[in-house]
């Protein structure tokens, strides 16, 4: 029997592709059925999605309306939003529980999994298993701040405690989760203020970077600013900040996440607790494999989702390492503003606003229509990054990123025929890079 620990996007995937091969697969998942689908579907992308869904619609309305063409801007009602939103994951929840047990999966639910070396518990039950994967994911990372267990205080974890909108919301923290937790409670109402120890959204492409910023124009972002604690009697009421003191009746922990290692004993482990594995997601004990964020970053579900297959896929005899190379991501705010790049040194780029299309047609007067930007080797013109910043931006980056990892050139794109209207500027870009690279190589 092969055992999997945690039912997120990887140990499902893993489970699944085991189960399908003939394997007597049993995934050990220490929510209820609840649990199912990981962070993803119950504290990750799901809520983001659905909350961002309603942010993007009343952001919609406000423009339209200042344009005069609608004569109402709806209002979230958030007590019911999250009642829905509950409703619909576990929908999610039992649909991807009918998936797995259709695969053949057998899932145990309500117990914690425990790993020391090759042994493995379900709970108090020893369990016999000849190849054992450990997908028990990552949680947000708490930082040490005096006042940081008031009541008020939330993570993307316990959203749900935040059973009303607050007035004035604190967001300690500069990633992309910080970004999209603010475009939704500012959209929402709220007086938002990121609060970033560094550089707000330092690792991101300076294009994309300065576009989010311009998406948060509701935001007041302080970079370079640590919290020292949080005040409040009761309940959070403030946030302290060598500058001073911020009011804030709710403080959001975006501070990062950290890999749920603490009951697998006996595996090697990084500064962070992540398990460490080689490109074939094998830890240091034989026959133990580990994968998604548990491993530690990238910290993104498709590449979750692919190194639990990848796992899987050595268990079954089939060697397969991962690449992760050509890997897409995307914040979420007004648009997608999507990217995958590779490489910048040494590389030529082009980047234009984005061409106003279904989506982002009404934000022109605003010149707020998202960018389009290709990143391209200046000798062979091979792609070395895009970024698709409107809607539908995400779908691109995806499709680019296998692209690129096809080796695609700018050239190749003389032949492409795009979609019109769309966020079709990359194409177009790469066209155009193609003619400017052929023109300066005659001479
Ligand atoms: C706010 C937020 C937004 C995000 N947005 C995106 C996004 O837009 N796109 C994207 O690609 N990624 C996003 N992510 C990241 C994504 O959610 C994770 O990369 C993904 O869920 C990782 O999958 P996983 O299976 O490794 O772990 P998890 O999803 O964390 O699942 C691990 C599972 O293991 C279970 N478990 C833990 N310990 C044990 C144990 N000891 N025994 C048994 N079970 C256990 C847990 O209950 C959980 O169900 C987001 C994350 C957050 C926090």
Known sequence: MIVILGGGPAGRLASIRLASAGKEVLLVEQGGIKGI??????????PVCALNDIARLIHAARELKDLGVVDTVPAPDFPVLLTRMG???QKIASIL????RSAGVEIMYGRTGRLAGRTVWAGDEQLKAESVIAATGSRPFMPEIPGAGLPGVITSGTLPAMKELPEKMAIIGGSVVAAEFAYIFSTFGCDVTILSRSTFLKDTDRHIRALAIKELEGVTIRENTPVTSIGGKERASSVLTPDGELEADAVFLAAGLVPNSGSLEGLKKGAHGEVVVDNRMRTSVAEVYACGDVVGPPYLTPVARHQGIVAADNILGIPRTIDYRNIPRSISLT?????CINETDGMGSLVIPGPAGPGSFWSVPRGKTGLSKVIFDPESGELAGICAAGPGGGLIAGYMAFLMKKHFSVHDFEEFIEVHPSTDGVYGLAKYASS???KRNKK
């Open 97 to 100: 529980d009918e998936e797995t």
């Open 37 to 46: 689908g990981g962070q993803c579907l119950h504290s990750g992308c799901m």
């Open 335 to 339: 648009h997608e503003l999507a990217s």
């Open 436 to 438: 400017v690279l052929k």
């Open 87 to 89: 409703e619909i994951q």
